[in-house]
């Protein structure tokens, strides 16, 4: 039999798919399973859309242009110039996703060896990314002390070579919610022009920032347009993640051009998607309100219930929809596992990300979880019973004695 | 500023695309171009998935499952058992169009130095997505003079190192239009065996026979179902190139989970996509039989047309929709571009693929064009009376003795 490639072998699996089985079986077992595993919303996707959908008027389902319709990119620049980005249509490469835009860009920037700066925990398939490009990821620790903030520049300092080529953040974060300042940019932006450096920014949680935070991009500093990279996606911002839509913008041309080459090997991002993701961009600003404010309450029941527990430390983070936890346990991979195997309360279970698959620094994340509040509040409430239930009694629980002193500061 | 990688200034453009902005051009002054130079067919889209899009009913526009939905890899398995294959939904995995199943395959059977075997002319991307996974492609060169059969299996033996992991074939061929025959395969066969290689084979033109002839896929041979991949696409099949969906089929296992892998990191295939494909597979065998008719006509008309001409030969290839000519003139790239800039007949001209981008052997097929016979009798016609006028005029005309010979040989 032929053999699989080392660099197929060595691919990583998703984490967040990893314990699948468990949740099939404990649903074959009768289960009821709350899935706060993995980030696929709930919400509606706007009607605008539907109707666009709905209404697609062709003979030929054709290929568009590579770097998708004229027409798509137009609205898209007024999208983002309205978040004060001052962009148009040719600094976007439309791409499958943001997945393809980072897979892209990583080949447009980095050579095999070549380096990238990541804070951590990070969305795991970075390091899948990376490890198709045979490019390197170098970790930074961030701690669920201070909310997952920006570690200090000093530390990203440490890690920088001759081989480093990019400083990689994701913006709210995923997985820990984080929105990173103003300031938090400015020290990013001193160091990717220090040290002539690409920052990429994904930022496909864009809309969802809570408690009247303002969200702020690389793209709003001066003198960084060479730089800076946005991958950007619409499966979050129209809950129209299986639309496969997502783009790649900058300033930067030459990184335009390479980037559009590698776009044209495979020819075209879908076009009724594109007539779709077009009509999403006259999604009136109601729509937004309505589920922020559904995300803002999902997050405060989650917040509130995860601190109430004994030994379980939570953040609040002010972006995105999802949250780390700390939990009183020996392990969140084997807890998470148990809770779908062997553990139920009133026959329901709750599937959990466990979070040591967001860092790459081996060993951490070992007693965290990653939280996406992607459910309605009744059935946040109703996993947020069970969660407390199995750690009472899971035969693994260890409780660590900091945990209600950093509570008291998260507190209000 | 930063810069970009060896892997993205190394990034093969696409030569199909390079005389573009020639063809603007030409259209600014206000001429009309016949675009024969891109496989994008001009054939309606069957009314069942049209259906199905414009009836798309759900909530959510969410992510579908990795490797595809279980209703269309299903329903897809139908469709190859119809043609013989012997598969079930376990052995599909659905991609963005066949590129995306050609790069997750090449990542995960080739590390970076490994080689893979590719009879030339072929499909211009395939460079791409070698490079793109560091792999590098042997040519095998087939000859005009065949009609582009297959070269003796001795040449592709000459080739085979200890690095040689794959044969690739393209079947019906893009770009010679060439059909695979039973023996051909069977030939490939012992290859793949004897030396333990994957066969991958692109069928995204595999409903374009012509003249009663047979399509044949290495998956009707036995005893090679750890070795072949199959590569597929309903872009042609359905004229759905829009809605890039493709898919990997194999029965090796190890293979299918490690694609698997490449698959979760990007998430899910377009759902839409997904579901007007699945309706796709209920298009009536009557949809086939017009456009099979159609194309046949086409064919029929380029290649008459072309061998009326002084000094240019084209063999009658059995599938696909295009044709690989010879043109008697100096270098067919500095042609395609006089055409477009220099020349017009009655206010019209030509676009057309110079043939020198579909090889990697330097020199080979610099007096020979890839045209795409998309476009309808009548536009087919004009253009090949404005090709007729452009060669006559054209400077760097060149002919070579042997072609009216050739042309004897294949004339019916």
Redesign the interface.
């Known amino acids: ?9 060595g ?4 984490p967040i ?1 990893k314990l699948t089985p468990y949740a099939e079986q404990a649903k074959h077992e009768g289960k009821k399973v709350y899935h706060l595993n993995i980030g ?6 706007p009607q605008v ?2 109707d666009a ?4 008027d ?7 242009q ?1 770097e998708g319709t004229e027409s798509y990119r137009t609205k898209l620049a007024e999208y983002y110039n309205r978040a004060g980005y001052n962009v148009d249509a040719g600094d976007i490469l439309v791409t ?2 943001a ?2 835009a980072i ?1 892209i860009a990583m ?6 060896g ?1 380096e990238v700066i990541i804070p951590e925990p990070f969305y795991a ?1 970075y390091s ?2 990376a490890w ?3 490019a390197v990821i170098k970790p930074v620790l961030s701690f669920i002390e201070t909310g997952f903030a920006l570690p200090p520049v000093s530390e990203f300092e440490k890690l920088i070579t001759a081989k480093t ?2 400083i990689f953040i994701c913006n709210p974060n995923n997985p820990s919610g984080y929105l990173y300042s103003y300031e938090e940019l400015v020290e990013l932006k001193k160091l990717c022009l220090k040290y ?3 920052l990429f920014a994904d930022e496909a949680y864009r809309e969802f920032c809570y408690d009247g935070n303002k969200f702020y991009s690389p793209m709003h500093l001066e003198g960084l347009d ?2 800076v990279i946005v991958f950007d996606s619409i ?1 979050k911002r ?7 839509i997502g783009c790649f913008v900058t300033k ?1 041309k ?2 335009l051009s ?2 559009l ?2 776009a ?10 594109q007539i ?1 993701a077009e009509a999403g961009t006259d999604t009136p600003e109601s729509y937004f309100e309505v589920v922020n404010k559904e995300y803002t309450e999902r997050r405060d029941l989650l917040v509130q219930a995860l601190n109430k527990m004994e030994g379980v430390f939570c953040p609040n983070p002010k972006g995105a929809f999802y949250v780390v936890a700390r939990l009183p346990v020996d392990d969140t991979e084997k807890f998470c596992q148990w809770v779908l195997e062997k553990f139920s309360y009133d026959n329901e279970t709750v599937m959990m990300a466990p979070a040591a698959g967001f860092y790459c620094t081996e060993g951490a994340g070992r007693d965290e979880v990653r939280l996406a509040y992607v459910l309605n509040k009744e059935d946040l409430a109703k996993a947020m019973i069970c969660l407390e239930k199995a750690l009472i009694e899971y035969p693994g629980r260890v409780v660590k004695g900091e945990t209600e002193t950093l509570k008291e500061e998260v507190r209000i």
Chains 1, 2 share one sequence.
């Open positions: 039999m032929p053999k699989i490639s080392k660099k197929g072998n691919m990583p699996a998703s798919r696929q919303p709930d919400i509606d996707t859309m539907m959908i709905r209404s697609v062709f003979d030929v389902w054709a290929y568009t590579s499958s996703g997945s393809e897979v080949q447009s920037c980095l050579d095999p070549d398939n899948a990314f198709m490009s045979s080529k990019a002539d450096l690409y060479d730089h499966s129209y809950s129209a993640c299986g639309a496969r930067n030459r990184v390479t980037a080459k590698f044209q090997a495979r020819l075209s991002p879908g076009m009724v998607d779709a």
